[in-house]
């Protein structure tokens, strides 16, 4: 009985090469595994082996039975699948030569880069807070020193919406809240979108991004805020880059800076980006005025702090050497997807 298995096998090997059909297989089934089938006949032989034989013929029978189903199966489904291949090619609405409409999303470089930052301050102890898009005019400018007529007003082109309330024109219209809430030891970060009422360009949008930070806390110094600055640079660019104050004006901060890096893209030698100076203007910043700490509830004879305002657009064209901050908000979607993940 065991030449008698072999057989089978080799000759159902040999038969299943000539399969072209659906039909055809359902034959090559019904032959080998159909109520008069061969192996069928083999199953009643099996009866009549010797008690001591049962066991490994049993196994033997049972694993070309197995063998055989599981071939017919595949031979169906390839089969089945050509069928449906051919049926769709020969239909005339479905063009195989188009592209394939690929929908996956992909992340927005500033996305991808806020993300960095975050962790770099996290990493430093800070907080992360979200701010408001519409805000009133005490947090967008009294509440920061910028009292009504207050020329500095006039610097940042705003949204008026008809309650009187603002478009967000600089995340510090968080920095009241902020400051409420966490008290006078605290360093938080805050991202935010903005809004400005300005002539569009490749340096300029009417919705851009800010991330600004806030430490507060005895004996804060401007040492200290360049230390966070440069540690927040070094991990953005991964390289060593040095920052340098120049004098400033605004009115939540006195002394206020206006904070360079040197270029990481020449690292300081001078080039196009940098316009050959090796410097590239990135943050304004400044010791949290008096005024504005006392406005919070916060003792300034006893603390004090540092605020600083991102500009993150410019910080995203940077890192991905775009040279319009328009593509940022374009959704232009073959853009997007050359930054997969990371920048
Ligand atoms: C401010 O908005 C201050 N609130 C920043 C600040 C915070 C200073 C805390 C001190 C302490 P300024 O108006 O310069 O400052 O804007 C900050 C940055 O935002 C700019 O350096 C620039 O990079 C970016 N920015 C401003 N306007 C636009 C715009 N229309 N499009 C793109 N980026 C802009």
């Not at 430490?215 to 953005?236: A, P, Q």
Request: net charge negative.
């Amino acid at each position: 009985m065991k030449t008698k298995i072999e057989q089978l096998r080799k000759q159902f090997e040999e038969e299943k090469n000539n399969m072209h059909s659906l039909q055809e297989i359902e034959e090559l089934r019904l032959e080998f595994m159909g109520k008069k089938g061969l192996v069928t006949a083999l199953m009643n032989d099996f009866r009549s082996v010797p008690n001591e034989e049962k066991r490994e013929l049993g196994m033997l029978i049972n694993s070309l039975k197995q063998e055989i189903e599981k071939s017919l199966q595949e031979m169906k489904n390839t089969l089945e699948e050509e069928e449906l291949n051919n049926k769709l090619r020969s239909d005339k609405r479905i063009d195989f030569s188009l592209p394939i409409n690929d929908k996956t999303g992909s992340l927005n470089p500033r996305t991808i880069l806020q993300k960095q930052i975050i962790d770099i301050f996290v990493s430093m102890g800070f907080i992360i807070e979200d701010g408001n898009e519409i805000e009133t005019e005490y947090n967008n400018f009294d509440s920061v020193n910028v009292p009504a007529n207050h020329p500095a007003r006039d610097m940042q082109d705003t949204f008026w919406l008809n309650n009187g309330e603002v478009l967000k024109t600089q995340t510090s219209a968080a920095q009241n809240r902020i400051l409420k809430e966490h008290g006078p030891k605290c360093r938080v970060l805050f991202p935010g979108r903005c809004f400005r009422n300005e002539e569009v360009n490749s340096t300029h949008e009417n919705t851009f991004f800010q991330i600004e930070g806030v430490v507060v806390d005895e004996n804060v110094s401007v040492s200290n805020l360049i230390y966070f600055m440069e540690e927040m640079l070094k991990g953005v660019m991964k390289k060593d880059v040095k920052v340098r104050l120049r004098p400033g004006f605004f009115p939540f901060t006195e002394p206020s800076f206006e904070l360079d890096a040197t270029c990481p893209l020449c690292a300081g030698r001078g080039c196009n980006a940098c316009s050959h100076t090796g410097w590239l203007e990135l943050c304004p910043c400044g010791m949290i005025h008096p005024n504005v700490l006392k406005e919070a509830g916060i003792d300034p004879e006893k603390y004090n702090g540092f605020a600083f305002g991102l500009g993150f657009d410019r910080l995203v064209m940077i890192k991905t050497g775009l040279d319009d901050i328009r593509y940022l908000n374009s959704n232009n979607v073959k853009l997007l997807k050359q930054y997969g993940t990371k920048i």
